[in-house]
């Protein structure tokens, strides 16, 4: 049997039990880090220091080219491969329109706009990122390609020498926005008539308010320890930024299925880092943010699936969305 067929007959990570149940990770989280302690970061602007702290962190765990963002499996089973997903969809509609001049909104270290400007040598790419940590670390890997370039700037200020290009997308970034509508003016303002606009994020279900108390605090532990301090945002809300700014919404996607494989791998890997007594010294050792992403891990997958997997769903608060927009021709 080959590897293919083999995958094929597994079941789909959401029909295996969590690695750990809600209830236990919690009581973990609070034993160790506080909750209240850690919830105590809401509201405020710790990008900063989460990013200072997560960088080696990511480029170990998640992606040694540095990409930032999940994975998305449909099959159910943890591919690395996944990471590409995104690049794929803009890659897509890159040819679709035969876009020539893109821009990446937070593009962290580069991986997007790199992966993209080998597939595609014919167009141009400017990836902006608010931290000049993220730049410095682009522009470094940059250095042997001609059709990308990388801006330090915020996406709720894209400077006016950005505008002007046929496609604008944003993996995990726009979580960050304080206010949609200006980004997403600026988002409509930097496009040509007929451009593109792709986005993908994590997302507030519109009922996140209703979701069990304990399902609303793993929630909220899971978007504090990524530093989305102020929750992450309802896919309503910047469907309507988009639209108020000019755009046509083509294609809103609720992925949150694909993304559950990596979820899961993320939590099996916090379960060891956080109960195994051989790292009790490494967990000593670790700045508290970056030691925020094995929190993060823990929740994540009770943020997307509820409390209980294959069944839990409905009590989920927490979804990830794609949303393809267009600024009419
Ligand atoms: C989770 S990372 C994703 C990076 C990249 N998109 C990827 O897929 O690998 C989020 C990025 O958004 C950037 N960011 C946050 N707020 C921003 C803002 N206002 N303007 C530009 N970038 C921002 C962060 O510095 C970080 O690099």
């Known amino acids: 049997m080959t590897h293919l067929q083999q995958d094929q007959t597994r079941p789909h990570a959401e029909t295996t039990p969590f690695s750990i149940e809600m209830p236990h990770a919690l009581r973990l989280i609070d034993t160790h880090f506080g909750i209240d302690r ?67 909104l937070g593009s962290g270290m580069g991986f997007n706009a790199l992966s993209l ?43 006016e020498s950005l505008y002007g290009v046929d496609l604008v997308f944003a993996i995990e970034t726009l979580c960050y926005a304080s206010d949609p509508d200006r980004a997403a003016r600026h988002i409509a303002a930097a496009l040509v008539p007929g451009g593109r606009f792709v986005m993908y994020d994590g997302f507030r279900r519109p009922d996140f308010d209703a979701a069990p108390e304990d399902v609303i ?11 989305v301090t102020s929750g992450f945002w309802r896919c309503a809300d910047w469907e309507a930024a988009l639209e108020r700014a000019g755009l046509r919404v083509l294609r809103s996607q609720d992925l949150t ?62 979804t990830y969305n794609l949303i393809l927009a267009e600024k009419p021709a």
């Not at 943890?78 to 990446?104: K, Y």
């Not at 400017?126 to 059709?147: E, M, Y």
């Open 257 to 318: 299925r694909d993304s559950i494989a990596c979820m899961r791998k993320y939590q099996a890997r916090a379960v060891k880092l956080l109960t195994t007594p051989k790292y009790a010294a490494l967990r000593y050792l670790m700045p508290k943010y970056l030691l925020g992403n094995a929190i993060a891990g823990l929740t994540g997958p009770f943020a997307i699936e509820g409390t209980t997997p294959n069944t839990g769903r409905s009590e989920a608060s927490i």
């Open 217 to 227: 605090t793993a929630s909220r532990l899971f978007e504090v320890s990524m530093a």
């Open 117 to 159: 400007a080998d597939m595609h040598q014919d167009v141009r790419i400017t990836g902006l990122d608010l931290l000049p940590q993220h730049v410095k670390t682009a522009r470094k890997a940059a250095r042997a390609r001609s059709n990308v370039s990388f801006t330090q700037a915020s996406y709720e200020d894209v400077p």
């Open 38 to 104: 850690i919830l105590r970061d809401t509201g405020r602007d710790i990008l900063k220091p989460y990013y200072a702290q997560s960088k080696h962190g990511y480029l170990r765990l998640n992606s040694h080219r540095g990409c930032m963002h999940i994975s998305l499996n449909p099959d159910g089973h943890f591919d690395p491969d996944g990471h590409f997903t995104q690049i794929r969809e803009v890659s897509d509609q890159i040819r679709q329109i035969g876009a020539r001049n893109i821009l990446e």
